[in-house]
């Protein structure tokens, strides 16, 4: 058994028995006896077109392009061309595109003017050959496909053919190229005006709205600063209030404390009240005593005072006085008197009148003439003897 292999840019077709199946690229195999084989390119193939065609003002023009085809459906594409030699296969396919795609384009370049084919030979000769091309490959309405992808067409370069009118038309292409250059300098210096214009506008609304937005940015500033004002403000109120509450509740706090101070001792205090308040009953009654004390002091003062008097009233003339001085040393010498009894307390207080008499008595009698001579008197209290 013959051993084949395709590469990476083709597919491996096996036929037997009038069927092909695809292998698929890159690899290799066996054939079985009695089996063929096919290698269909699997990768892009570009082919070039040129041709010569009157336009429709009888002004022959060279036209060059490409066009570009893939194999997708190789199988299909075996039955359309003969890729027993691969390269006769591409290139019988290339021919046959090419025949086709010339056709149509020497139709359309017919029926347009040189000026149109030159402006739009991007756009509409380019299109036509895709269309003619891509129909082709489709086959048609109903018809089977080739198995093939246009995947570019494309009328590149127009060339005019005459020698003389191409340089006339190169001349007054360079004439309309300078024109257009000029009117394009002129337009371009316009624009450029026009350019620095609207640069001064835009610069000037920017700056406006850039002075807008910093006008806007102090008034948030200011507004922010007034807010935060406000807030410390408030803040500070009730920092305030807070530090007011707090005295108050201090305050409170230490009434209710000197409250439950007063209310302990209170019982204290009370006590202490009514002992300082007996003890000013017993300080007023003593007072009350010793005021009594001193009334009676006095009492007994003024009752001596009125005695003396009442004896200096009834005293005897003084030129009497040795002889009732003599009478009563004579009655009361060596006397002792004493008195007892109820009555003694009346002596006692005329205690000081005896004592008055009794220095009275001894200056006026003369002195004894010897010891054991003279003369006594006593006045005793109750109970006492002198």
């Not at 292999?5 to 083709?10: H, I, V, W």
């Not at 890159?26 to 006896?33: D, E, F, G, K, M």
């Not at 205090?269 to 003593?286: D, F, G, K, N, S």
């Not at 009563?328 to 004592?355: C, H, I, T």
Request: with cysteine.
């Amino acid at each position: 058994m013959p051993f084949v292999k395709a590469g990476s840019g083709e597919f491996l077709l096996v036929g037997k028995g009038g069927r092909l199946e695809n292998k698929g690229t890159a690899i290799q195999t066996w054939l079985r006896p009695g089996s063929i084989y096919i290698r269909v390119p699997s990768t892009k193939v570009e082919a070039a077109f040129e041709f010569t065609q009157e336009t429709r003002d009888g002004i022959p023009l060279r036209f060059k392009g490409i066009f570009v085809f893939r194999v997708t459906d190789p199988i299909t594409a075996a039955r359309h061309f003969d890729f027993w030699n691969i390269d006769a296969g591409v290139a019988q396919a290339t021919d046959l595109l090419t025949h086709i795609l010339l056709g149509e384009l020497r139709d359309a370049v017919s029926h347009l003017t040189m000026e149109e084919c030159i402006e739009n030979r991007k756009t509409t000769l380019t299109g036509v050959a895709a269309r003619a091309l891509g129909t082709a490959v489709a086959g048609g309405e109903g018809g089977e496909g080739w198995g093939i992808v246009i995947e570019a067409a494309q009328v590149a370069q127009v060339f005019i053919v005459d020698t003389a009118l191409r340089a006339q038309l190169e001349a007054e292409t360079r004439n309309d190229i300078r024109l257009k250059a000029e009117q394009s300098n002129i337009r371009t210096g316009e624009e450029t005006q026009l350019a620095q214009m609207a640069s001064q506008t835009r610069v000037d609304e920017r700056q406006l709205a850039k002075d807008r937005e910093d006008l806007r940015r102090e008034e948030e500033l200011a507004t922010a600063r007034v807010a935060r004002d406000r807030r410390k403000a408030a803040e500070d109120v009730a920092t305030a209030q807070h530090a007011i509450g707090l005295e108050q509740e201090r305050f409170r706090a230490e009434m209710a404390a000197e409250e439950a101070r007063l209310a302990a001792e209170k019982p204290v205090r009370l006590a202490r009240i009514e002992q300082e308040r007996e003890a000013l009953a017993r300080e007023v009654e003593l007072r009350e005593l010793e005021t009594r004390i001193r009334t009676l002091e006095v009492e007994r003062d003024l009752m001596q005072q009125r005695a003396e008097q009442e004896m200096r009233r009834e005293i005897l003339p003084i030129e009497q006085a040795p002889r009732i001085v003599e009478s009563a040393s004579k009655v009361l010498q060596g006397a002792n008197l004493s008195v007892y009894g109820d009555d003694g307390r009346l002596l006692g207080q005329l205690e000081p009148l005896f004592e008055v008499l009794g220095r009275h008595v001894r200056a006026a009698t003369p002195a004894p003439a010897g010891p054991g001579t003279g003369s006594a008197a006593a006045v005793g209290h109750p109970g006492a003897a002198s």
